[in-house]
């Protein structure tokens, strides 16, 4: 018999209750799922074979006050030691895995190994997200891919796949279309039209791109929402979906590595996190907690990926957690989150990150549709961008000033018209990008 359906129920059942846990009791029970992915990992991962010492008492027991001595993995450690890090059993009923891939915005490509357990937690809590947002389940929803199911390049404008709503096991199963990402704006958007789609999901970038050409058509396309993942979605956007599509959106923040990690929060523009499922913590640069409303690296911890552990994985971002939330709901919130987005730039000085800047000056001033900011130099910036309108003259003399302002003094910065702006190997448009090694 499939028992499938009966765990991811079974978590997303629990998910609704422990939202409303008291820190103390949410606490209790992270450490008991941390308990159990230490064990497995000292048991059955090379790489994790005496990394965990610290936190081993020499009765066994989990000696909680020295976790930060847990030595952080990076991105590098997956990919040059991945073999290590697989473990040679899983606990059971966790099994079979499959695997992900991932180049990342980083460019340090790397693979997840992930379970069927570890795929119905996630699912558990994209279904709370749903849920908590009144997103409607019956509503025909669409995603962008570069690749179909099978991880081949996708050829064909589109295709259904079918959607299975666990744990309301009582809807029907709906269709799903998936949309060749790289399509022209217009051609998606006449598909969106004539599929009558309600719920748009895809990368911010990549929708802001199509929400900028929604506006130039005659009859524009309406959404219910937009759910955007794989970005930050800035106020500005979040405004422009609006008046583009008449949309809400609403945003993830997720990773291969992290699965799920957080979702908007209706109410306000941060993130609760699934502590449930995934430890995150944000740490300075010598290693300690951050502590509220400071910006901090974050570090995670994923409960379910026994099959890969990734215990205290630096993701490559930099957020800040919050002390709590307006709202009900008793979970942990994190926001500003940066770094997954745009690269960072690099300067004598150390990186900086030119998430600053002023969106809406830059694409008036460009009157563009698309456009990426490159550091080509240590100090030569080259700003690409797909014009609206060609011809029209570009303003060029208050960005270099407000680049300049925001990013560096130093800066020479180029303006090039480009016919399109290459999205990255995982399909995302990427505002800036530093083209300089490392
Ligand atoms: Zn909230």
């Known amino acids: 018999m499939d028992t499938t359906p009966t765990l991811r129920r079974r978590i997303f059942e629990m998910l609704m209750e422990s939202q409303y846990w008291p820190p103390e009791r949410m606490l209790e029970f992270q450490r008991s799922q941390l308990a159990q992915l230490l064990r497995h990992a000292k048991a059955t991962v090379p790489f994790y074979k005496t990394r965990l010492d610290p936190v081993f008492k020499s009765n066994g ?24 890090l697989l473990a040679t059993e899983l606990p059971p009923g966790h099994g079979p895995t499959k695997t992900f891939h991932s180049s990342g915005s980083s460019g340090v490509p790397i693979a997840m190994e992930v379970t069927q357990t ?6 558990a809590v994209a279904q709370r997200f749903y849920q908590l947002q009144g997103l409607d389940y019956r509503e025909k929803r669409a995603i962008l891919a570069n690749t179909n199911s099978a991880g081949e390049v996708l050829h064909e404008e589109f295709y259904y796949k079918k959607r299975r709503h666990e744990p309301s096991r009582d809807l029907p199963d709906t269709l799903e279309l998936v949309l060749n990402r790289n399509l022209t704006e217009n051609r998606k958007l006449d598909l969106l039209a004539s599929e009558h789609v309600a719920q748009l999901s895809d990368i911010t970038n990549n929708i802001e791109v199509l929400a900028i050409a929604n506006l130039d058509r005659k009859k524009s396309v309406k959404l219910e929402t937009i759910l955007c993942f794989g970005q930050g979605l800035t106020v500005e956007q979040r405004d422009l979906f609006q008046a583009s599509f008449g949309a809400r959106s609403l945003s993830i923040y997720s990773s291969v590595e992290g699965g799920v990690m957080g979702c908007q929060c209706g109410d306000s523009p941060h993130y609760h996190l699934n502590p449930e499922t995934v430890l995150v913590e944000t ?43 307006a709202c ?17 730039m690099q300067f004598p000085e150390g990186k900086r990150s030119a998430a600053g800047l ?21 100090f030569r910036l080259e700003v690409r961008f797909v014009s609206a309108n060609p011809g029209k003259a570009v303003k060029t003399g208050r960005l270099v000033a407000h680049i300049r302002e925001r990013v560096h003094p130093k800066l020479e910065i180029d303006f090039k018209q480009v016919e399109r702006i290459s999205l990255n190997s995982r399909g995302k448009l990427q505002r800036i990008v530093c083209e300089i090694p490392a």
């Open 283 to 325: 740490l300075t640069a010598d290693g300690k907690a951050s502590g509220a409303n400071n910006e901090g690296r974050v570090i995670i911890t994923p409960f379910f990926s026994t099959a890969l552990p990734l215990i205290r994985y630096d993701q490559d971002d930099t957020a800040e957690l919050q002390q709590s939330c």
């Open 118 to 123: 570890w795929t119905h937690a996630n699912h």
């Open 328 to 344: 009900r709901y008793q979970l942990p919130v994190i926001a500003n989150i940066t770094g997954r987005q745009d690269q960072f």
């Open 358 to 378: 002023d969106q809406k000056l830059l694409r008036e001033c460009l009157n563009a549709l698309a456009f990426q900011i490159a550091q080509i130099e240590t």
């Open 61 to 84: 027991e989990i000696d909680w006050d020295r976790w930060h001595e847990i030595p952080i993995v990076t991105r590098a450690d997956l990919r040059d030691r991945r073999n290590e």
